[in-house]
């Protein structure tokens, strides 16, 4: 994904192109900035490149104005957002024309350009993710565990054991009840196989499988048995669901 930043003004181009790295910087996001001092200079290299999908663009432009500009982005980038940072007024409804996502009047602080960059992001990018978490009580108190960071769930000496990617290991209050009982949370959220009878393994975290183990992504190993041969039909369902 690309931001197009297009002024030219050498001293604002500089200065809204910074604010917009750092917000990038910011948020870790996977994002690439290129600033262009002419409306003809962006085109001529999106024809060769491609399109962005935010633009960041000022409208009193010598030789063509930024809403000649979008006019000519909307007919090869109909889906682009656009965003006017601008000393003009006069032109806030013509904006509107091509579709703006917002209108900033010069000069814009950075905590503003930050908000609106914001507001972009929150509607182009995918929402991300949220990682379950699990609460383990062990003998010093609740630990809340996410699960991409469970490699395998144990069971040892009626205890369920967590054995985590970064190869450190949290063990779990003892019970009187089964393994089965103890790891029904972890067994109902889809993403962990039973390899054997005392182990579940995270799916998400498997690099590669043989007859008799799953090596996980941190070079850990934990045994498929005999019984649990069926764990690697699961796990490559698992794998392959919906087309991955």
Known sequence: MRIAVCDDEERQLAYITAYA???????HLDIRIKPFASPH????????NGGSAIYLLDIVMDGMNGLELARHIREYN???LILYLTTSLECSLDAFSVHAFSY??????KARLFEELHNCF??????????????????EGFIPLRLDRINAVEYFDHRLIYHLADH??????????????????????????KCASSYFVNMENILSASPRSFRMKNGEAFPITRKYAAAKDIFLKYKFKEGD
Do not use: H, M, N
């Not at 790295?21 to 948020?27: M, N, T, V």
């Not at 200079?41 to 060769?48: F, I, R, S, T």
């Open 21 to 27: 790295a750092e917000y990038i910087k910011k948020e």
């Open 41 to 48: 200079e962006l085109l001529a290299d999106e024809v060769k």
């Open 78 to 80: 109909k889906k682009a």
């Open 104 to 109: 900033l009047v010069k000069p814009v602080s």
């Open 122 to 139: 929150t509607y182009c990018l995918p929402p991300q993710k949220t990682e379950p978490v699990i609460t383990v009580k062990t003998a």
């Open 168 to 193: 450190t290991r949290i063990e779990g209050l003892s019970s009187r009840e089964r393994f089965d009982a103890q790891a029904a949370e972890i067994a109902a959220l889809g993403a962990f196989a």
